[in-house]
């Protein structure tokens, strides 16, 4: 029986890139026939191009084409999500609408699953792209590292392959702004790299705009952690200690000079110990609210608006709980 790929696209402003990319895994899937069959999901991100056009014209074409239309701009890691939703492969690739996933490397891509690994990531040696872009993957990274445990020397990127069963673990999750390396590492230890080249755009520019960027890493923080709260708390903490050992150095100070001025120094270990004791309060308080949050929070990832070639009743991930 043939292995069955699902590739899942998130297509944003893409109308002269994504065809391209979709003819290449169509030929590539072709050179081993005997043992891969594909479908190929793109998820329109409500893009403002034309690109549900060009989908929609595939589509017609080639029934294992299969398009999700989002309502809404919900971002990359919604859009996968919503093509995670209708996956029936027992692989699920992810790659971007642009070209620069060497999708001829897919198969070096594939081989870690068949040794037991659960999710693999293609590791590009020299990401191009801008300064600003690699000092946001770099924060990215470390945020990565600190708040969901991601291991240290792990490269994420959007050129990867999960098992099946990740893929299903990863759609339980319904509250609003995922963060996809968040919830495969919260399925699976067994994850990799596999080293290969990205290659350049083959259109267009980078939709990642600083605002997109930002709120990722914050979904990030907020989503899977209570980590920045708890450092408000710490920072609190050690505040209030300051202030309190300010404080008892100047008592003893003026124990031992009782000459000595102590308003300045003393007003100032007030004002450390109570303003660290409020952070300390709010930290706490936010700890609860964060978990609240987190816990029921259940305002949609994405809304589909339309589906091609896709069963109507097999759908919606109910995102309304
Ligand atoms: N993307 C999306 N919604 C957005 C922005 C981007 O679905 O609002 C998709 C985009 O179509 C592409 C992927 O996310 O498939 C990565 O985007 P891009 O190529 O701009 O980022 P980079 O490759 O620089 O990380
Ligand atoms: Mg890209």
């Known amino acids: 029986m043939k292995t069955l790929l699902s590739f899942v696209i998130p297509c944003y402003r893409s109308e002269l890139t994504v065809e391209k990319v979709i003819d290449e895994i169509i030929e590539t899937v072709a050179h081993c026939a005997d043992k891969y069959d594909y479908e190929i999901i793109c998820v329109n991100d409500c893009s403002p191009d034309n690109v549900i056009s060009v989908l929609k014209k595939s589509a017609s074409g080639n029934k294992k084409i299969k398009v999700i239309d989002l309502a809404k701009n919900s971002g990359k890691h919604a859009a996968l999500m919503a093509g995670y939703a209708e996956v029936s492969g027992s692989f699920v690739v992810n790659l971007d609408d642009d070209g620069q996933c060497p999708i001829d490397k897919l198969w070096d891509l594939l081989a870690p699953l068949y040794e037991g690994y659960d999710a693999v990531y293609a590791k590009y040696p020299h990401k191009k792209q801008s ?88 979904n990030g923080f907020t989503s899977f952690s209570v980590k920045p709260l708890r450092i408000a708390t710490f920072c609190g903490a050690l505040t209030a200690l300051i202030g309190f050992v300010s404080g008892v150095v100047t008592i003893i100070n003026k124990i031992l000079n009782p ?63």
């Open 259 to 321: 000459d000595m001025l102590a308003g300045y120094s003393s007003l100032m270990a007030v004002l450390l110990f109570v303003s660290g004791m409020i952070m300390l309060m709010l930290g706490m308080i936010g700890e609860y609210i964060g978990r609240i949050y987190i816990c029921i929070n259940n305002s949609p990832q994405y809304v589909v608006r339309d589906k091609i070639n896709l069963c109507e009743t097999s759908k919606e991930i109910k995102n309304d709980q």
């Open 131 to 218: 300064a600003f872009k690699n000092f946001g993957s770099k924060i990215n990274s470390m945020m990565a590292n600190y708040i969901i445990n991601k291991p240290k020397d792990l490269y994420i990127s959007n050129f990867s392959v999960y098992k099946r069963f990740v893929v299903d673990e990863m759609i339980l999750y319904r509250n609003p702004y995922p963060y996809n390396t968040g919830l495969v590492l919260r399925a699976t230890s067994k994850v990799t790299n596999v080293k290969m080249a990205e290659r350049e755009r083959s259109a267009g520019v980078g939709h990642y705009t600083f605002k997109k960027s930002l709120s990722l890493w914050i």
